[in-house]
């Protein structure tokens, strides 16, 4: 049959189908308009009234693309492959994960109800899955030959050499509706949307995602210029540019204590004494002007303190070392693409900053400063970093209401390589003026934030990406005194104890004397 003919039958049966269809699809009419609608719009053409907030947007289902398929490039998913991506939800986007909310039959009558916005799927049928062969073992030399083969496809020109989305390529990319879009972060496979899995990646690989500029390698295949194994090995090399585990997220930052000075370089090894301390951030969406699509999305901490300095080194991933003219064009389409607007001209470049904030004094009890900026009760004290102006301290007591700090003793180096920026803060323990400034101390947990800009995707101002409170605790120094033996520590223990009990009955002794 000739295209024309398979489309003019097709026609026919959508139309003798279309009744009965109605009916099946009438369930998953109510679910949709009631749960995805906002995103993806009554009619499915991707527009609901939140969309413009986001980045990459929500899909259109009229046009029959999808990206994570187990299809052929250009295929249509298969139903399986709807029910996965609904109940998983895309990682790293706005699309949330259903398993928990609906029962399998909802699900079924929702994938029912989106097939039915495009007249692809009765055209043309359901589509066949691909094979997937085993994946073979990865050892160490199987991973080189992934790491030959990304360099020889040139994955690299947009995902960049060590994989953190910054390829000479990224700043041009765009999906098949024109949004900017990005070439993803293969350091981070938490935020795959298809999954972070080697067999996750190997499918991504083999079907491409339709609609983005992430293209099928299935052809290499086909035409013999690699094996079916060769890809397994280079879907295993990706994985491995990811830590093994997501980051643990955890309240306290331990910062070690060093005996002789703190480090001030990046690269310095005494940073491996300690491990690194992830913080995730959001856009911050509470005051105006919000933002939906913050380019930074978590920070790498590790503190170290030798009992005078305190030093801080924060790691995260930025595509781009703003201000760079070659992102500039990327900054106008993310300004069109993601409402409102941000505040600055998109025409002028602006730089990548990191402000992390403190209470200008430690608390006495659980009372923290408001986590943005602070207000006129309770003001914060700010160490500001930006790449066109080094480091300096602000104070602040308000989102908006930021003053530089004169003086102080705050210093900092930074560096942009690969993908990541790496800034070390280091300043004397003790502060120089305490009436703004906070002096720190060692043995107590001190509320620590962080707020991060990408000058790049047009953040300046409220338009950032922001923390919840954490806390920092400078170690104790190990005590000088010789060594103790447990059951000297025992006994001092239970002496203190006794020493408490003693005190207590002695205040009830007082106490009832008194009455
Ligand atoms: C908060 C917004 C939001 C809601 C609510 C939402 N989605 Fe999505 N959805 C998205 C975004 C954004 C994408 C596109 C992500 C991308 O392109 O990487 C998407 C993509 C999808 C896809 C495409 C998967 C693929 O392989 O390309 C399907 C299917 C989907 N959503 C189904 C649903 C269904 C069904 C519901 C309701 C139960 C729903 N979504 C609710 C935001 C949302
Ligand atoms: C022309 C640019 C381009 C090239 C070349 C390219 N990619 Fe991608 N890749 C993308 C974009 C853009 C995305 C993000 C798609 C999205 O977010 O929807 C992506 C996404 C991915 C993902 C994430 C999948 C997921 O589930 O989110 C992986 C893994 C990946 N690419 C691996 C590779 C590998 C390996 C190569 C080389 C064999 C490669 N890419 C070549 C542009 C490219």
């Given at each position: 049959m000739t295209r024309a003919a398979t489309i003019a039958f097709g026609l026919a049966l959508w139309w003798i189908a279309t009744p009965a269809l109605a009916q099946d699809t009438e369930r998953g009419r109510e679910l949709y308009d009631r749960w995805c609608a906002e995103c993806h719009g009554t009619d499915g053409a991707g527009e609901g009234s939140a969309a413009a907030y986001m980045m990459p947007r929500p899909r259109d289902f009229t046009t029959g693309l999808y990206q994570i398929r187990t299809t052929a490039n250009g295929e249509l998913p298969t139903d399986a492959d709807l029910v996965r991506v609904i109940e998983d939800g895309m990682p790293g986007t706005a699309m949330p994960g259903w398993e928990s909310k609906f029962s399998d039959d909802e699900v079924r009558d929702l994938v029912a109800y989106i097939k039915d916005f495009s007249d692809f799927f009765e055209l043309f049928g359901a589509p066949e899955p691909l094979e997937f062969g085993d994946r073979p073992g990865a050892d160490a030399e199987a991973l080189a030959e992934g790491r030959r083969l990304y360099e020889q496809i040139e994955c690299w020109k947009c995902h960049g050499d060590r994989g953190r989305g910054d390829g000479p390529s990224a700043p041009t990319l765009q999906d098949d509706l024109d949004f900017p879009i990005r070439a993803a972060d293969l350091s981070e496979n938490w935020n795959f949307n298809g999954g972070g899995r080697v067999q996750d990646i190997y499918r991504r690989l083999r079907t491409g995602m339709d609609g983005t500029p992430m293209p099928s390698f299935s052809d290499l295949i086909d035409s013999g210029f690699m094996t079916d194994e060769q890809m397994w090995y280079l879907a295993a090399y990706v994985r491995s540019l990811s830590p093994p585990e997501r980051p643990r997220v955890r309240d306290v930052i331990a910062a070690r204590r060093v005996e002789g000075r703190v480090p001030a370089a990046a690269d310095d090894s005494a940073w491996n004494a300690v491990p690194p301390y992830y913080v995730p951030l959001v856009g911050q969406i509470i005051e105006q002007p919000r933002w939906f699509a913050p380019g930074v999305d978590g920070l790498y901490i590790r503190a170290l303190h030798d009992g005078a300095t305190l030093a801080l080194r924060v790691t995260w991933h930025d595509p781009s070392q703003s201000p760079?003219?070659?992102?500039l064009e990327w900054q106008g389409w993310v300004a069109e693409t993601?409402?409102?607007?941000?505040?600055?001209?998109?025409t002028a470049l602006l730089p990548d900053r990191l402000v992390v904030q403190f209470p200008t004094a430690i608390p006495t009890g659980r009372e923290r400063p408001y986590f943005l900026m602070g207000d006129s009760r309770r003001p914060v004290y700010l160490w500001e970093w930006s790449s066109d102006a080094g480091a300096h301290e602000a104070w602040a007591s308000g989102l908006g209401t930021r003053a530089p700090l004169d003086g102080g003793d705050l210093s900092a180096a930074a560096e942009w390589e690969a993908g990541a920026w790496t800034v070390v803060f280091q300043r004397p323990l003790?502060?120089?003026?305490t009436a703004t400034t906070l002096s720190f101390r060692s043995g107590v947990a001190i509320p620590i934030a962080f707020f991060a800009w990408d000058g790049s995707n047009g953040e300046s101002g409220a338009q950032m990406a922001v923390s919840s409170w954490y806390s920092i605790y400078l170690e104790e120094p190990t005590p000088k005194t010789v060594y103790v033996s447990p059951v000297l520590a025992m006994l001092v223990t239970a002496g203190l104890g006794v020493l408490v009990v003693w005190r207590a009955q002695r205040r009830e002794v007082e106490g009832s004397s008194q009455q």
């Amino acid at each position: 049959m000739t295209r024309a003919a398979t489309i003019a039958f097709g026609l026919a049966l959508w139309w003798i189908a279309t009744p009965a269809l109605a009916q099946d699809t009438e369930r998953g009419r109510e679910l949709y308009d009631r749960w995805c609608a906002e995103c993806h719009g009554t009619d499915g053409a991707g527009e609901g009234s939140a969309a413009a907030y986001m980045m990459p947007r929500p899909r259109d289902f009229t046009t029959g693309l999808y990206q994570i398929r187990t299809t052929a490039n250009g295929e249509l998913p298969t139903d399986a492959d709807l029910v996965r991506v609904i109940e998983d939800g895309m990682p790293g986007t706005a699309m949330p994960g259903w398993e928990s909310k609906f029962s399998d039959d909802e699900v079924r009558d929702l994938v029912a109800y989106i097939k039915d916005f495009s007249d692809f799927f009765e055209l043309f049928g359901a589509p066949e899955p691909l094979e997937f062969g085993d994946r073979p073992g990865a050892d160490a030399e199987a991973l080189a030959e992934g790491r030959r083969l990304y360099e020889q496809i040139e994955c690299w020109k947009c995902h960049g050499d060590r994989g953190r989305g910054d390829g000479p390529s990224a700043p041009t990319l765009q999906d098949d509706l024109d949004f900017p879009i990005r070439a993803a972060d293969l350091s981070e496979n938490w935020n795959f949307n298809g999954g972070g899995r080697v067999q996750d990646i190997y499918r991504r690989l083999r079907t491409g995602m339709d609609g983005t500029p992430m293209p099928s390698f299935s052809d290499l295949i086909d035409s013999g210029f690699m094996t079916d194994e060769q890809m397994w090995y280079l879907a295993a090399y990706v994985r491995s540019l990811s830590p093994p585990e997501r980051p643990r997220v955890r309240d306290v930052i331990a910062a070690r204590r060093v005996e002789g000075r703190v480090p001030a370089a990046a690269d310095d090894s005494a940073w491996n004494a300690v491990p690194p301390y992830y913080v995730p951030l959001v856009g911050q969406i509470i005051e105006q002007p919000r933002w939906f699509a913050p380019g930074v999305d978590g920070l790498y901490i590790r503190a170290l303190h030798d009992g005078a300095t305190l030093a801080l080194r924060v790691t995260w991933h930025d595509p781009s070392q703003s201000p760079d003219p070659d992102w500039l064009e990327w900054q106008g389409w993310v300004a069109e693409t993601v409402q409102p607007a941000p505040e600055a001209e998109p025409t002028a470049l602006l730089p990548d900053r990191l402000v992390v904030q403190f209470p200008t004094a430690i608390p006495t009890g659980r009372e923290r400063p408001y986590f943005l900026m602070g207000d006129s009760r309770r003001p914060v004290y700010l160490w500001e970093w930006s790449s066109d102006a080094g480091a300096h301290e602000a104070w602040a007591s308000g989102l908006g209401t930021r003053a530089p700090l004169d003086g102080g003793d705050l210093s900092a180096a930074a560096e942009w390589e690969a993908g990541a920026w790496t800034v070390v803060f280091q300043r004397p323990l003790a502060a120089a003026d305490t009436a703004t400034t906070l002096s720190f101390r060692s043995g107590v947990a001190i509320p620590i934030a962080f707020f991060a800009w990408d000058g790049s995707n047009g953040e300046s101002g409220a338009q950032m990406a922001v923390s919840s409170w954490y806390s920092i605790y400078l170690e104790e120094p190990t005590p000088k005194t010789v060594y103790v033996s447990p059951v000297l520590a025992m006994l001092v223990t239970a002496g203190l104890g006794v020493l408490v009990v003693w005190r207590a009955q002695r205040r009830e002794v007082e106490g009832s004397s008194q009455q």
